[in-house]
């Protein structure tokens, strides 16, 4: 009964290549979320969407394309990967009401790794 | 620009001991300050979270104590067990065009030791 689910857990590929990461969330929410955790752990937020709308985009190249299907999916395409976009990446989601901000609820990520 | 400043990076705290961890943050239009938990290979588990409008928030062994004149945060964690060894991320939210924007510090490694 995983709530924030994300696959694949592992992707290693090579520089240049293009790769998908599927998110899925049975919460329920409306809102859904991207974010990189970087080799010294830091937490960024890359893109925010909300019933299937793009609300943030946080200065990410346009290498990366977040995809929102329906408001329990949202999956992220990277094109032609670079060395720099080896990280963990993150899903999460919340009921994002307008008025009061509203805890989110991450999966366990995915680990990219570029050769 | 950090918006969210976390310390220590790292804290080795014994058995039955108390953690503390502190954040500050900047941005006066943060209205939310949750603590998040992260086990190797996990992803950001919420802990406790406080509004600004409180001083205190306890649950169980964990509290935030929140100084809004201060723009300071921490957690405390009491009678510290080797199970809470993990990496803690404070973090702070606001409404942004009509979404909530989490901005996280820069995360505290806590081993317990026997």
């Known amino acids: 009964d995983t709530a924030v689910s994300q696959t694949p857990k592992y992707l290693v590929t090579q520089m240049g290549n293009d790769k998908s990461i599927k998110c899925e969330q049975n919460?329920?929410?409306?809102?859904m979320y991207w974010y990189k955790q970087d080799s010294k752990k830091f937490l960024k937020i890359m893109f925010s969407y909300n019933n299937k709308e793009l609300i943030i985009n946080e200065t990410v190249p346009n290498r990366f394309s977040p995809k929102s299907p329906d408001k329990a999916h949202l999956n992220l395409h990277i094109n032609s990967l670079e060395l720099g976009d080896s990280a963990v990446y993150f899903c999460?989601?919340?009921?994002?009401?307008?008025?009061?901000?509203?805890?989110?609820?991450f999966g366990d990520g995915t680990r990219l790794s570029i050769l | 620009q950090q918006q969210v400043k976390q310390s220590p990076q790292s804290l080795i705290v014994q058995k039955g001991g108390i953690s503390i961890i502190n954040c500050a943050y900047e941005?006066?239009?943060?209205?939310?300050f949750p603590w998040y938990q992260q086990f190797p290979g996990k992803g950001p588990a919420l802990l406790i979270a406080i509004r600004p409008d409180v001083s205190e928030k306890k649950e169980g062994r964990f509290t935030i104590s929140f100084n809004k004149s201060a723009k300071q945060f921490s957690l405390h964690i009491m009678d510290s067990q080797p199970g809470d060894s993990a990496t803690y991320f404070c973090?702070?939210?606001?409404?942004?065009?009509?979404?909530?924007?989490?901005?996280f510090g820069t995360g505290t490694r806590l081993t317990i030791i026997p």
């Open positions: 919460l329920g929410h409306d809102t």
């Open positions: 973090a702070a939210s606001m409404i942004t065009s009509g979404n909530e924007k989490l901005t």
């Open positions: 941005n006066t239009a943060f209205d939310y």
């Open positions: 999460a989601s919340s009921q994002g009401e307008a008025v009061t901000t509203q805890p989110q609820h």
